[in-house]
């Protein structure tokens, strides 16, 4: 995932700001519900203020879901249906086992660009027919003057996009790929050649950003009644440009930023003027409830208590339901952002097998859910998987909630054995050790401000309720450790798994991380899931991840997955690459994430 560059750039600069989350629920004003969270943005505390926006679920023209166009580069077609041929060809000369996997996911594959392919070049009228049309441009009246984008068209002929199918077809690479996926099987199988790194754009070019986090800064230093401007921070320097239209933005977006503009200016409301640190509104964040359209908007002010900003906090609010009022597009609900208090206001809607409340943290949430698909193909059934960088666990939770299933061919897929997740810093130090549960029905209530613990219960039972498929009767067990990387390893908790998913942050993984993953697999270790069980050895001739056979390494720095490679593959520990696939997640930007499948 990558960082909005406006706030990174800001962040830094940030000192007086502290950071409150606020409830409000339809009905009252304001409510100093507020929870101060641990958590910082750059040396300095923000208050932090969240509420929803709910664009009228009547009309489809705010949703997005009528006027929402989907976009395919020309030769979309052709790329379709090179890439199902290639994933075909890959089956071939593999032992059954293989063989089996690989014609399984052939076919998911195929079914997959098939599906993406349609999306991408159906365009909904407003009169709810379907009519097929090709849009190879992101088409913006902002685009030039405006950071965010560095393309228009062409999408997938970015800088970054070249290096990574360069360094995955140079030799160096391809002497260590499965031989039935190498570049060079032309010359064997006399097959037309193609990249080994397949690109692929998950999602529509255009409206795909459902998360914004946008600068604000005063329209006018002399009158605080021209109200504010949002946007993003022109290149540069710390102007804030202005995009009201925005392409990329989800519709929603630019409606509800229209109007907190509105609302600053009606309301007099003091934006931070930079110069004097003066002023109090500074940034914004928006995330869109896709299934809804809704908006939960995060006000970031210039305070460190609630009761300095009032009582233009208040104003502001009121004005905004006034519009709501007048529009019937305002304030529905508010909530706390991924705290146990959000979980009942937010609505059980699942998109790919994930509840729509993990959504609010991707800025791309279509486009993810297309990696966490890969990722999850790739793991074989009946494995035990271990996945570190895990945030809010969505690739390891959706290879829970797709395995175990019975599948389209009538089979059932023999699940999870189980699944370790590791992420670092969910809840903001309030967990503390292991929380474990097996299934829905032993949940362990000991500590109410667990919420990740509540999140996950919240996955997996959903998961169980509102799927038609049957469900194995054996629940995978399911495990969460807040801890980095190198120490969950150390302590064992990639012991005894067969597959290991890392997704790391854009400077690639730990070292220690790294070491341990390159250390040849030590066959006299013996098979065990827990460290104790290692106790008589010393800690140093361990290797904490000896049986772990498939690496499955989700990338969003192409430098640092590109060193990271080269240690796998130059290293003693019989790491053979499968394939890398690059994922156009942020249309626009020159910014790849990549799916690179590693197996021993
Ligand atoms: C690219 S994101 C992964 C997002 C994840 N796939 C998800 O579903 O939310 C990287 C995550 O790793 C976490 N992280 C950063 N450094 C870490 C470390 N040393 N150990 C463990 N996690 C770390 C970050 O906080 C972030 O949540």
Not at 299 to 322: D, G, I, T, Y
Request: aromatic share 6%; proline share 4%.
């Amino acid at each position: 995932m990558v960082d909005y560059p406006v706030i990174r750039d800001g962040a830094h600069k940030m000192s007086k700001l502290s950071k409150l989350t606020w409830l409000i629920t339809r009905g009252l004003s304001v409510s100093t519900s507020c929870e101060k969270e641990d958590k910082e943005i750059g040396n300095g505390r923000y208050l932090h203020l969240s509420s929803w926006y709910d664009n009228d679920d009547n009309d489809d023209r705010y949703t997005g879901r009528r006027s929402r166009t989907f976009a395919s580069r020309a030769g979309g077609g052709e790329r379709t249906a090179s890439a199902e041929r290639s994933r075909t060809r890959r089956t071939r000369g593999t032992s059954n086992n293989d063989s089996e996997r690989g014609a399984r996911r052939t076919e998911q594959q195929q079914q997959r660009q098939k599906n993406l392919y349609e999306k991408r070049t159906t365009v909904q009228s407003s009169g709810g027919e379907q009519s097929s049309q090709s849009l190879s441009s992101i088409d913006c009246p902002h685009f030039g003057t405006c950071p965010g984008c560095v393309v228009s068209t062409n999408i997938q002929d970015i800088d970054v996009i070249e290096s990574a199918k360069l360094y995955f077809s140079s030799q160096s690479v391809q002497k260590h790929a499965i031989p039935h996926n190498r570049k060079d099987r032309k010359r064997y199988f006399h097959e037309e050649e193609e990249e080994f790194y397949k690109v692929i754009i998950p999602s529509s070019i255009t409206s795909w950003r459902s998360q914004a986090k946008l600068a604000v800064a005063p329209t006018s230093t002399w009158s605080r009644s021209s109200g504010a401007t949002i946007g993003l921070y022109a290149r540069h320097s710390h102007d804030v440009l202005s995009i009201p239209e925005c392409k990329v933005h989800h519709p929603s977006i630019n409606r509800a930023v229209e109007m907190i503009v509105e609302a600053t200016k009606k309301v007099r409301t003091p934006v931070y003027l930079e110069d004097t640190g003066e002023g109090l509104l500074r940034y914004i964040q928006l995330q869109v409830e896709l299934s809804t359209g809704k908006i939960c908007l995060t006000l970031v002010m210039n305070a460190e208590k609630l009761k300095e900003c009032q009582p233009h906090l208040s104003f502001l609010v009121k004005e905004l339901k006034r519009m709501d009022d007048k529009r019937r597009c305002g304030i529905r609900y508010g909530v706390i952002a991924m705290t146990p208090a959000v979980i009942p206001y937010l609505q059980e809607i699942r998109l790919g097998g994930i509840p729509s409340m993990v959504h609010l943290l991707f800025g791309n949430f279509e486009g993810f859910s297309e990696i966490a698909r890969e990722v999850r193909e790739a793991i074989p059934e009946g494995s035990k998987v271990c996945e570190m960088y895990a945030g809010v666990g969505l690739l390891g939770l959706s290879s829970l909630l797709y395995h175990g299933k019975l599948k389209a061919d009538g089979k059932l897929d023999r699940g999870l054995k189980w699944l370790r997740c590791r992420p670092k810093n969910f809840d903001s130090g309030k967990t503390r050790g292991d929380k474990q549960w097996r299934g829905k029905n032993q949940q362990s209530r000991r500590n109410r401000d667990t919420s990740m613990k509540d999140l996950m219960d919240k996955m997996v039972s959903s998961s169980n309720t509102s799927d038609d498929m049957s469900t194995s009767k054996d629940q995978p067990s399911v495990t969460y450790t807040v801890a980095n990387a190198a120490s969950a390893l150390y302590q064992g908790q990639a012991l005894g798994a067969d597959v290991l998913i890392v997704d790391p942050p854009r400077k690639g993984l730990e070292e220690p991380v790294l070491q341990q993953l390159c250390q040849p697999r030590n066959s006299k270790q013996p098979y065990v899931e827990n460290a104790n069980m290692l106790s008589h050895l010393p800690r140093h001739t361990i290797n904490w991840v000896n049986d772990v056979r498939t690496l499955i390494y989700v990338s969003c720095g192409f430098d640092a997955l590109a060193r990271d490679c080269d240690q796998l593959l130059t290293s003693n520990a019989g790491w053979k690459i499968e394939s890398a696939t690059g994922y156009v997640l942020f249309p626009g930007s020159n910014h790849v994430e990549s799916v690179v499948v590693f197996r021993r």
